[in-house]
Protein backbone atom coordinates (compact mmCIF):
# COMPACT_ATOMS: atom_id res chain seq x y z
CA UNK A 1 0.00 0.00 0.00
CA UNK A 2 1.41 3.63 -1.04
CA UNK A 3 1.55 5.68 2.20
CA UNK A 4 0.20 9.30 2.06
CA UNK A 5 2.18 12.55 3.53
CA UNK A 6 0.03 14.81 5.14
CA UNK A 7 1.12 18.27 6.68
CA UNK A 8 -0.19 18.52 9.87
CA UNK A 9 1.85 21.70 11.13
CA UNK A 10 3.30 25.16 9.53
CA UNK A 11 4.75 27.78 10.61
CA UNK A 12 6.78 30.53 8.91
CA UNK A 13 8.21 33.97 8.89
CA UNK A 14 9.07 36.37 5.87
CA UNK A 15 9.04 40.01 4.87
CA UNK A 16 5.30 39.69 5.15
CA UNK A 17 3.96 39.19 8.71
CA UNK A 18 2.96 35.44 8.33
CA UNK A 19 2.76 34.15 11.70
CA UNK A 20 -0.26 32.12 12.24
CA UNK A 21 -2.01 33.96 14.81
CA UNK A 22 -0.87 37.53 12.77
CA UNK A 23 -2.22 36.51 9.38
CA UNK A 24 -2.86 33.23 8.27
CA UNK A 25 -5.34 34.72 5.79
CA UNK A 26 -2.53 37.26 4.22
CA UNK A 27 -4.81 40.04 4.52
CA UNK A 28 -2.02 42.25 6.56
CA UNK A 29 0.12 43.39 3.17
CA UNK A 30 4.04 44.65 3.51
CA UNK A 31 4.98 46.95 1.12
CA UNK A 32 8.10 47.88 -0.29
CA UNK A 33 9.78 50.41 -2.08
CA UNK A 34 13.57 49.00 -1.78
CA UNK A 35 15.17 45.24 -3.22
CA UNK A 36 16.29 44.10 0.08
CA UNK A 37 12.99 42.40 1.91
CA UNK A 38 13.42 41.65 5.66
CA UNK A 39 11.76 39.89 8.31
CA UNK A 40 11.11 42.65 10.95
CA UNK A 41 9.89 39.94 13.49
CA UNK A 42 10.28 40.88 17.17
CA UNK A 43 8.39 37.97 18.80
CA UNK A 44 11.39 35.85 19.06
CA UNK A 45 10.88 35.64 23.10
CA UNK A 46 7.59 34.03 22.96
CA UNK A 47 9.73 30.78 22.75
CA UNK A 48 13.25 31.56 23.02
CA UNK A 49 14.81 32.51 26.57
CA UNK A 50 16.57 35.96 25.93
CA UNK A 51 19.74 34.48 27.48
CA UNK A 52 19.90 31.82 24.83
CA UNK A 53 18.72 34.19 21.85
CA UNK A 54 21.76 36.49 22.35
CA UNK A 55 24.33 33.92 21.27
CA UNK A 56 21.74 33.38 18.35
CA UNK A 57 22.10 34.55 14.52
CA UNK A 58 19.05 35.62 12.86
CA UNK A 59 18.95 32.49 10.57
CA UNK A 60 18.97 30.56 13.78
CA UNK A 61 16.54 32.62 15.15
CA UNK A 62 13.46 31.85 12.90
CA UNK A 63 14.86 28.74 12.17
CA UNK A 64 14.32 27.63 16.31
CA UNK A 65 11.12 29.74 16.45
CA UNK A 66 8.86 28.51 13.38
CA UNK A 67 10.61 25.34 13.97
CA UNK A 68 9.02 25.14 17.17
CA UNK A 69 5.74 26.90 16.46
CA UNK A 70 5.29 24.16 13.58
CA UNK A 71 5.42 21.38 16.27
CA UNK A 72 3.34 23.19 18.83
CA UNK A 73 0.76 23.87 15.71
CA UNK A 74 0.41 20.34 15.00
CA UNK A 75 0.50 19.40 19.11
CA UNK A 76 4.11 17.21 18.58
CA UNK A 77 6.31 17.35 21.43
CA UNK A 78 9.48 15.52 19.40
CA UNK A 79 10.23 14.83 15.80
CA UNK A 80 10.94 11.31 14.85
CA UNK A 81 13.20 13.03 12.13
CA UNK A 82 14.60 17.05 11.55
CA UNK A 83 15.56 17.90 7.85
CA UNK A 84 16.86 21.64 6.97
CA UNK A 85 17.06 22.98 3.75
CA UNK A 86 19.22 26.14 3.14
CA UNK A 87 21.07 27.61 0.38
CA UNK A 88 23.72 30.04 1.96
CA UNK A 89 23.24 29.05 6.05
CA UNK A 90 23.96 31.32 8.56
CA UNK A 91 25.45 33.95 5.80
CA UNK A 92 25.86 36.69 8.56
CA UNK A 93 27.96 34.58 11.11
CA UNK A 94 30.19 33.38 8.17
CA UNK A 95 30.80 37.06 7.00
CA UNK A 96 31.79 37.75 10.48
CA UNK A 97 33.96 34.83 10.63
CA UNK A 98 36.14 35.64 7.35
CA UNK A 99 36.45 39.25 8.75
CA UNK A 100 38.08 38.14 11.67
CA UNK A 101 40.23 35.70 9.84
CA UNK A 102 41.49 38.65 7.57
CA UNK A 103 42.00 41.63 10.62
CA UNK A 104 43.37 39.06 13.00
CA UNK A 105 45.79 37.34 10.41
CA UNK A 106 44.23 33.92 10.88
CA UNK A 107 45.59 34.49 14.82
CA UNK A 108 43.75 33.96 17.97
CA UNK A 109 40.40 33.70 16.68
CA UNK A 110 37.21 32.38 19.03
CA UNK A 111 35.68 28.97 17.48
CA UNK A 112 32.39 30.33 18.26
CA UNK A 113 31.86 32.07 15.13
CA UNK A 114 33.18 29.09 13.05
CA UNK A 115 30.96 26.75 14.91
CA UNK A 116 27.80 28.94 14.17
CA UNK A 117 28.52 29.75 10.30
CA UNK A 118 28.46 26.21 9.29
CA UNK A 119 25.32 25.38 6.98
CA UNK A 120 23.92 22.52 9.43
CA UNK A 121 23.42 25.30 12.34
CA UNK A 122 20.29 26.19 11.92
CA UNK A 123 19.37 22.46 12.19
CA UNK A 124 21.57 21.60 15.17
CA UNK A 125 20.13 24.11 17.29
CA UNK A 126 16.68 23.48 16.21
CA UNK A 127 17.74 19.67 17.99
CA UNK A 128 19.27 21.46 20.74
CA UNK A 129 16.22 23.24 21.09
CA UNK A 130 14.16 20.02 21.00
CA UNK A 131 16.47 18.00 23.21
CA UNK A 132 16.34 15.75 20.21
CA UNK A 133 18.59 12.93 19.20
CA UNK A 134 16.69 12.11 15.69
CA UNK A 135 17.53 11.98 12.27
CA UNK A 136 19.25 15.79 11.77
CA UNK A 137 20.27 16.65 7.78
CA UNK A 138 20.50 19.41 6.04
CA UNK A 139 20.66 19.65 2.33
CA UNK A 140 22.44 22.40 0.73
CA UNK A 141 21.60 22.24 -3.04
CA UNK A 142 21.58 26.00 -3.95
CA UNK A 143 17.60 26.42 -5.05
CA UNK A 144 16.95 22.90 -4.87
CA UNK A 145 17.69 22.66 -0.82
CA UNK A 146 14.06 23.23 0.76
CA UNK A 147 12.92 20.46 -2.09
CA UNK A 148 15.57 17.84 -1.61
CA UNK A 149 14.83 18.20 2.58
CA UNK A 150 10.94 17.53 1.62
CA UNK A 151 12.05 14.70 -0.88
CA UNK A 152 13.91 13.15 1.74
CA UNK A 153 10.65 13.20 4.17
CA UNK A 154 8.34 11.83 1.60
CA UNK A 155 10.81 8.66 0.79
CA UNK A 156 11.35 8.05 4.77
CA UNK A 157 7.57 7.95 4.76
CA UNK A 158 7.34 5.62 1.66
CA UNK A 159 9.81 3.41 2.76
CA UNK A 160 9.94 3.00 6.64
CA UNK A 161 7.89 1.13 8.41
CA UNK A 162 7.10 2.99 11.55
CA UNK A 163 5.07 6.46 12.67
CA UNK A 164 6.97 9.66 11.50
CA UNK A 165 5.87 13.34 12.55
CA UNK A 166 9.02 14.74 10.31
CA UNK A 167 10.03 18.31 10.56
CA UNK A 168 11.04 19.98 7.33
CA UNK A 169 11.64 23.64 6.96
CA UNK A 170 13.87 25.69 4.75
CA UNK A 171 15.50 28.92 6.08
CA UNK A 172 18.08 31.80 4.46
CA UNK A 173 18.79 35.01 5.31
CA UNK A 174 20.45 38.43 3.92
CA UNK A 175 23.81 39.53 4.63
CA UNK A 176 25.34 43.28 3.50
CA UNK A 177 28.14 40.95 1.75
CA UNK A 178 25.64 38.93 -0.05
CA UNK A 179 23.72 41.96 -0.99
CA UNK A 180 27.07 43.66 -2.60
CA UNK A 181 27.84 39.99 -4.42
CA UNK A 182 23.78 40.32 -5.65
CA UNK A 183 24.35 43.62 -7.10
CA UNK A 184 27.41 42.96 -9.31
CA UNK A 185 25.93 39.22 -10.44
CA UNK A 186 22.70 41.85 -11.87
CA UNK A 187 20.72 39.42 -9.26
CA UNK A 188 19.06 42.70 -7.85
CA UNK A 189 17.31 44.86 -9.77
CA UNK A 190 19.33 48.45 -10.26
CA UNK A 191 16.00 50.57 -10.37
CA UNK A 192 16.81 52.97 -7.57
CA UNK A 193 12.70 53.61 -7.15
CA UNK A 194 11.27 50.06 -6.98
CA UNK A 195 7.76 49.46 -6.12
CA UNK A 196 7.37 45.30 -4.96
CA UNK A 197 3.97 45.27 -5.27
CA UNK A 198 4.83 46.36 -9.13
CA UNK A 199 7.23 44.10 -9.80
CA UNK A 200 6.42 42.25 -12.91
CA UNK A 201 6.07 45.60 -14.41
CA UNK A 202 9.80 45.93 -14.56
CA UNK A 203 11.17 44.49 -17.73
CA UNK A 204 14.70 44.43 -16.22
CA UNK A 205 17.60 42.10 -15.22
CA UNK A 206 17.43 41.06 -11.34
CA UNK A 207 14.68 40.42 -9.08
CA UNK A 208 14.50 41.87 -5.40
CA UNK A 209 15.95 39.50 -2.46
CA UNK A 210 14.14 38.38 0.45
CA UNK A 211 15.08 36.19 3.47
CA UNK A 212 12.86 33.58 5.98
CA UNK A 213 11.93 30.67 8.06
CA UNK A 214 9.41 28.02 6.90
CA UNK A 215 8.63 24.85 8.73
CA UNK A 216 6.38 22.04 8.25
CA UNK A 217 5.30 18.97 9.98
CA UNK A 218 4.87 15.87 7.71
CA UNK A 219 3.45 12.70 8.74
CA UNK A 220 1.51 9.77 6.98
CA UNK A 221 -1.09 10.11 10.01
CA UNK A 222 -3.87 12.71 9.35
CA UNK A 223 -4.79 14.62 12.05
CA UNK A 224 -8.22 16.54 13.07
CA UNK A 225 -6.29 20.15 11.71
CA UNK A 226 -4.20 18.22 9.05
CA UNK A 227 -4.06 21.37 6.82
CA UNK A 228 -3.41 19.46 3.32
CA UNK A 229 -1.93 16.18 1.74
CA UNK A 230 1.49 16.36 -0.12
CA UNK A 231 0.87 14.17 -3.17
CA UNK A 232 4.21 14.36 -5.02
CA UNK A 233 6.93 16.22 -5.93
CA UNK A 234 9.47 16.20 -8.69
CA UNK A 235 12.59 17.98 -9.53
CA UNK A 236 14.27 18.58 -12.90
CA UNK A 237 18.63 19.95 -13.06
CA UNK A 238 17.98 21.82 -16.42
CA UNK A 239 14.93 22.29 -19.39
CA UNK A 240 14.64 24.65 -21.81
CA UNK A 241 11.66 27.16 -21.88
CA UNK A 242 9.79 24.73 -24.32
CA UNK A 243 10.26 21.86 -22.12
CA UNK A 244 8.49 23.05 -18.87
CA UNK A 245 4.13 22.19 -19.98
CA UNK A 246 6.06 18.63 -21.36
CA UNK A 247 7.39 18.12 -18.13
CA UNK A 248 4.32 19.68 -16.38
CA UNK A 249 1.76 17.02 -18.16
CA UNK A 250 4.00 14.24 -17.86
CA UNK A 251 4.13 15.15 -13.95
CA UNK A 252 0.97 15.27 -13.51
CA UNK A 253 -0.17 12.19 -15.64
CA UNK A 254 2.30 10.52 -13.59
CA UNK A 255 -0.64 10.82 -10.53
CA UNK A 256 -3.28 10.20 -12.57
CA UNK A 257 -4.45 14.42 -13.33
CA UNK A 258 -4.59 16.40 -16.15
CA UNK A 259 -4.50 20.07 -16.54
CA UNK A 260 -8.32 20.72 -15.64
CA UNK A 261 -8.01 18.82 -12.58
CA UNK A 262 -6.22 21.15 -10.90
CA UNK A 263 -7.94 23.88 -9.28
CA UNK A 264 -5.00 26.60 -8.50
CA UNK A 265 -1.39 27.12 -9.82
CA UNK A 266 1.26 28.84 -7.80
CA UNK A 267 3.75 30.12 -9.37
CA UNK A 268 7.82 31.60 -8.81
CA UNK A 269 7.97 34.60 -10.99
CA UNK A 270 10.21 37.19 -9.77
CA UNK A 271 10.42 39.95 -12.84
CA UNK A 272 13.44 38.91 -13.92
CA UNK A 273 13.35 39.38 -17.59
CA UNK A 274 15.28 36.72 -18.43
CA UNK A 275 14.01 34.08 -16.50
CA UNK A 276 10.43 34.57 -16.33
CA UNK A 277 10.02 32.85 -19.71
CA UNK A 278 9.65 29.72 -18.07
CA UNK A 279 6.72 30.41 -16.47
CA UNK A 280 4.81 31.55 -19.72
CA UNK A 281 3.69 28.63 -20.85
CA UNK A 282 1.92 27.44 -17.82
CA UNK A 283 0.36 31.02 -17.48
CA UNK A 284 -0.55 30.21 -21.13
CA UNK A 285 -2.24 26.79 -20.08
CA UNK A 286 -3.66 27.41 -17.24
CA UNK A 287 -5.22 30.56 -18.47
CA UNK A 288 -9.21 29.63 -17.01
CA UNK A 289 -7.34 28.65 -13.58
CA UNK A 290 -6.58 30.88 -10.75
CA UNK A 291 -3.09 31.67 -10.90
CA UNK A 292 -0.95 32.79 -7.54
CA UNK A 293 2.63 34.78 -7.45
CA UNK A 294 4.24 35.33 -4.13
CA UNK A 295 7.86 36.85 -4.83
CA UNK A 296 6.57 40.05 -5.38
CA UNK A 297 5.98 39.93 -1.54
CA UNK A 298 8.62 38.19 0.22
CA UNK A 299 11.47 38.61 -2.35
CA UNK A 300 13.64 35.83 -4.05
CA UNK A 301 15.80 34.24 -2.12
CA UNK A 302 17.17 29.86 -2.68
CA UNK A 303 14.61 28.61 -0.35
CA UNK A 304 11.43 30.92 -1.40
CA UNK A 305 9.75 28.20 -2.57
CA UNK A 306 9.50 27.23 0.85
CA UNK A 307 7.19 30.25 1.27
CA UNK A 308 5.08 28.94 -1.71
CA UNK A 309 4.44 25.97 -0.58
CA UNK A 310 3.05 26.95 3.05
CA UNK A 311 0.86 29.68 0.86
CA UNK A 312 -0.67 26.71 -1.04
CA UNK A 313 -1.31 24.66 2.31
CA UNK A 314 -3.37 27.85 3.55
CA UNK A 315 -5.23 28.83 0.75
CA UNK A 316 -6.06 25.06 0.69
CA UNK A 317 -7.27 25.18 4.47
CA UNK A 318 -9.19 28.26 4.33
CA UNK A 319 -9.98 28.05 0.83
CA UNK A 320 -9.71 31.74 0.59
CA UNK A 321 -7.44 33.72 -2.06
CA UNK A 322 -5.12 36.54 -1.10
CA UNK A 323 -6.14 39.83 -3.46
CA UNK A 324 -2.06 40.79 -3.43
CA UNK A 325 -1.14 37.69 -4.49
CA UNK A 326 -3.34 36.71 -7.81
CA UNK A 327 -1.46 36.64 -10.78
CA UNK A 328 -4.72 36.69 -12.97
CA UNK A 329 -8.12 37.62 -11.97
CA UNK A 330 -9.97 33.77 -12.53
CA UNK A 331 -11.85 33.12 -9.35
CA UNK A 332 -12.44 29.72 -8.06
CA UNK A 333 -16.10 28.04 -9.61
CA UNK A 334 -15.39 25.40 -6.79
CA UNK A 335 -13.68 23.97 -3.75
CA UNK A 336 -10.14 24.11 -4.48
CA UNK A 337 -8.58 20.61 -4.27
CA UNK A 338 -5.56 20.45 -6.11
CA UNK A 339 -2.78 22.83 -6.25
CA UNK A 340 0.28 22.78 -8.28
CA UNK A 341 3.05 24.54 -7.49
CA UNK A 342 6.09 25.54 -9.97
CA UNK A 343 9.63 27.03 -9.54
CA UNK A 344 12.39 27.52 -10.95
CA UNK A 345 15.55 30.01 -9.85
CA UNK A 346 17.25 31.41 -13.03
CA UNK A 347 16.66 28.44 -15.45
CA UNK A 348 18.00 26.26 -12.56
CA UNK A 349 16.54 23.48 -10.46
CA UNK A 350 12.45 23.31 -11.72
CA UNK A 351 10.26 21.75 -9.51
CA UNK A 352 6.31 20.85 -9.16
CA UNK A 353 5.07 19.93 -6.14
CA UNK A 354 1.58 18.96 -6.19
CA UNK A 355 -0.96 19.67 -2.64
CA UNK A 356 -4.23 18.15 -2.44
CA UNK A 357 -6.98 19.52 -0.44
CA UNK A 358 -8.00 16.76 2.91
Known amino acids: MIKTCYINGISSLSP ?8 FDFQQIQTFEKPVL ?14 AMRRMSK ?28 GMGCKQDSDIFLENLLLQHEELLS ?6 STHNTVGGQVALYLKSKAYNFTYVQGSASFESALLDAQLTILTEEKKHQILVGG ?40 EGAHFFVISEEKSQNSYAQLIDLHLENSLATEEVLLK ?14 I ?11 DFDAYFQPLQQEFIEIPLVYY ?36 QPQKTIKKVLLYNQFRGKNHSWILLEYV
Open 295 to 330: KHLVGESYTASAFGMQLGVKILKSQHLPEAYRLNNV
Open 171 to 210: IDEISENTIGLLQLDQQIKSETSLENLKLLDYKSKGSIIG
Open 111 to 116: PSKFVQ
Open 38 to 51: QVAFKGYKKLIKPA
Open 263 to 273: DLVILGNNGDV
Open 16 to 23: QSTVEEEN
Open 248 to 261: TKAFLAENKLAIAD
Open 59 to 86: SVKMGVFTAASALIDANIKEPTSILTGT
